[in-house]
Every structure is written in structure tokens, then in C-alpha cells.
């Protein structure tokens, strides 16, 4: 059975959980609060979080690199907050990335964030099926932390491509030493881990012109309306 068509289904899931939790977010949310929703709007169909999640954490100076993130603390106001969850549906996984902020997102913060979009759009350029993962990284700029894995039955999954940490750089030397490429018909993800400028991560097939985005959750940074405002 080709992957594309589960793995689709399990993204619909996990963009479903998103939007609940962006639905009901208030200042100080618990983590547990927020797993609590998503597990609930997961659950509804057939879907469960899994363990490699971290879902949901606070983006501020001092966190930890390369997300900059401070994890498991209560949402707050006037603070960038982010969800990097996995979860798997019927033996089939999705893996998605998005960010929210109380009130009107800062001008100069929606800008940074359009140049980690910009940056995406070029990732996904870069990647044409049979290309080494070699050629894949030189052909994008490296001065953000980013990650090409593909998806499956397993939410990470050889080959992989990137510069985020040094598990990933190791991954993607295996990725060369056994000749393994992307190909089609296989399914993706694409994330930029980009600290105070947010981040994004999303799910594509890869087609013989190129990849797909599977995934359509708004990729903005979510305005999140204060409750009593």
C-alpha cells in the first residue's frame, strides 16, 4: 500500500488536534492542558500522540537550541509558543510544526518569520527525486538549523538531510553512505527550527517534477486572541 494517502489521513488528524488547541489556548495553559486536547481531537480519529513529541513549549532567549525553546512551562502573553508533535494513525504517522501568539503577531516578527517560509519554499526546491542528500544541502543556505526526514510507519525515517543537530548531520552521512535518496511517491517533512523567528514544519509527497504539500494548516504564525479581549 502506498504511504501517501494513510500518511495524508494522519496529517488531517493532527491539523484537526491543532486547530483545537489554537481554538482554546489562553495565558497560562499547562503543557498537560494542552496534551489533554490533543489527545482528545487525536482520539476521535484513531490517532494517538506519540512520546517524541514536544508539544507545547515557549520560544525565548536562553531555551534550548536550536528551537530555543523552554519546554513544559505555561503558555504566556507576549512570548512565542510553538507545537512539534508526531502522532501516529492507523500504523501511519504525521509530523507537523506551527506556532502561536497571544494577541496581534509583532510587525517585525511576522517578517523574520516570512524569511523562514521564504527559506522553506527554497528547501523544497532544492529536492528532485534521486538527488543525493548531498547535493540537497548544498544547494540551500545553512544559517538556519533545518531537516529533511522521510515519514512513514515510523515518524523519522532514513533517508535524511540537514544541519539541526549533530544526530541529523550523522543521519544524513548514513543516508550517503548507502546511496539512499528520495524518491517517489514517498512522503516527507520539511522543518526550520528558527528560535525568536519562529519555525515551521510541514508534510509533502514527492512527485517526479518535485515535492507536494500534503499538509494545509495555515504556516503564518496563529494570532491567538486573549481571552476578555
Known amino acids: 500500500m502506498s504511504e501517501a494517502e494513510p500518511c495524508r489521513l494522519a496529517i488531517v488528524a493532527l491539523e484537526d488536534a491543532y486547530q483545537a488547541v489554537f481554538s482554546a489556548a489562553r495565558v497560562g495553559m499547562t503543557a498537560e492542558e ?3 486536547i490533543l489527545r482528545a ?3 476521535a480519529h484513531q490517532a494517538e500522540l506519540l512520546p517524541s513529541s514536544s508539544s507545547p513549549y515557549v520560544v525565548a532567549e536562553g531555551g ?5 525553546r523552554l519546554n ?16 501516529r494513525r492507523l500504523g501511519y504517522c504525521a509530523d507537523l510544526g506551527r506556532y502561536g501568539y497571544f494577541g496581534p503577531v509583532p510587525a517585525a516578527l511576522q517578517e523574520a518569520h ?3 517560509l521564504a527559506r522553506q519554499e527554497l528547501i523544497e526546491q532544492a529536492i528532485r527525486p534521486g538527488r543525493s542528500v548531498r547535493m540537497i544541502f548544498e544547494a540551500v543556505p545553512h544559517d538556519l538549523p533545518f531537516e529533511i526526514h522521510r515519514i512513514g510507519t515510523e515518524g523519522n525515517m532514513l533517508p535524511m538531510c540537514g ?4 544526530a541529523v548531520l550523522q543521519a544524513m552521512a548514513e543516508s550517503e553512505r548507502a546511496g539512499l535518496t528520495f524518491q517517489v511517491g514517498q512522503v516527507i517533512c520539511i522543518e526550520i527550527w528558527a528560535g525568536l523567528k519562529g519555525g515551521i514544519e510541514d508534510m509533502y509527497i514527492l512527485e517526479a517534477e518535485g515535492v507536494r504539500r500534503l499538509s494545509l494548516l495555515p504556516r503564518e504564525i496563529r494570532a491567538v486572541r486573549v481571552a476578555g479581549t
Open 114 to 116: 516570512r524569511q523562514v
Open 41 to 43: 481531537r487525536l482520539a
Open 163 to 166: 544541519n539541526a543537530t549533530k
Open 34 to 36: 494542552v496534551d489533554a
Open 72 to 87: 513544559r512551562v505555561p503558555l504566556r502573553a507576549g512570548a512565542l509558543w510553538g507545537m512539534d508533535t508526531t502522532i
Open 64 to 68: 534550548a537550541p536550536p528551537k530555543m
